[in-house]
């Protein structure tokens, strides 16, 4: 469907599509009612069909929209176009890169600086989590960096709206293999410490410039992060701290109680990581 030119909500003008996912196309929109520019994420067709889906896509979107904080994509408004059985999500329109096109064009980024951006996505989990909000797809993919290298994270709760029944459908993955909690893989119960997983992989990745675990197969990766244990960063680079190898370690433990049971410690070691590099104050 051509959305260009056309107004949505009365109020919301599609200027260009900006991104493409697995689950919606993204827009660069003007509302005009505040003469802004938005962000609007609109749900393929495909999903438009699963009524199940839509009543949780609504619940989840409206909750995600009460989280305020500076490390979160603000909601500003979710819609339904009857005649075009069209629904959308209006979002704060973010300028920058996502830390998957930063880690792919750079490669491996300096550990101080993961660690900066590690705490921001940290702490916009910790705003969520004491919220009753689980995010379940923590992934450099959704995470944007802007031009003031402050991280915000984009898509709080969206995922949890997916239902068994879409995935069978559609033959959709939530998220990302690479970035899935054990219990996610094993399609067990997630919780705020499957974000906390998800992160340490992130981590993982911005400062080893790869992910932990790969595969041929989506099944073969899963099972790695059920079954397999990752090189330690230090193991890999003995210029990255111990004390930050360790804390990434203890996110990505395969027990969830043996994580880290809040965002909010997390980012305690994080900062003690920059202050006390090589202090031994990490319990595995």
């Not at 260009?16 to 929109?29: D, H, I, L, P, S």
Request: charged residues 25%; glycine residues 6%; aromatic residues 6%.
């Amino acid at each position: 469907m051509n959305l260009k030119r056309k107004i949505i909500g009365n109020r919301y003008e599609i200027l260009k599509e900006c991104g493409n996912g697995g689950m919606a196309t993204v827009y660069k929109a003007k509302d005009h009612v505040l003469n802004r520019a938005v962000a609007v994420k609109v749900l393929r067709d495909e999903y438009t069909t699963d009524a199940d889906f839509i009543k949780r896509f609504n619940t989840e979107a409206q909750s995600a929209a009460s989280l305020q904080h500076p490390n979160i994509v603000s909601i500003y408004d979710v819609g339904h176009e009857e005649d075009t059985n069209l629904y959308y999500i209006v979002m704060e329109l973010v300028k920058g890169k996502t830390l998957k096109e930063i880690i792919n064009k750079e490669g491996p980024l300096s550990w101080k600086w993961s660690v900066n951006i590690a705490m921001q996505i940290a702490s916009a989990l910790s705003e969520a989590h004491k919220n009753g909000i689980v995010h379940r797809d923590i992934k450099p993919h959704n995470i944007i960096i802007t031009e003031d290298g402050v991280a915000k994270v984009a898509d709080f709760g969206i995922a949890k709206a997916v239902s068994n029944s879409t995935i069978t459908a559609f033959g959709t993955t939530i998220g990302s293999v690479h970035y899935f909690s054990p219990e996610q893989a094993k399609g067990g119960i997630t919780d705020a410490k499957s974000d906390i997983y998800s992160l340490g992989v992130t981590i993982y990745e911005m400062i080893a410039g790869r992910v932990p675990f790969e595969g041929e197969s989506t099944v073969s990766v899963a099972l790695a992060h059920i079954q397999d244990e990752a090189a330690t960063l230090h193991e890999l680079d003995h210029d990255i701290p111990m004390s930050l190898s360790k804390i990434v370690q203890k996110c990505m433990q395969k027990k969830p109680d043996m994580r880290y049971m809040t965002a909010a410690s997390l980012i305690s070691d994080l900062k003690r990581a920059i202050s006390e590099p090589d202090g031994n104050y990490v319990k595995l």
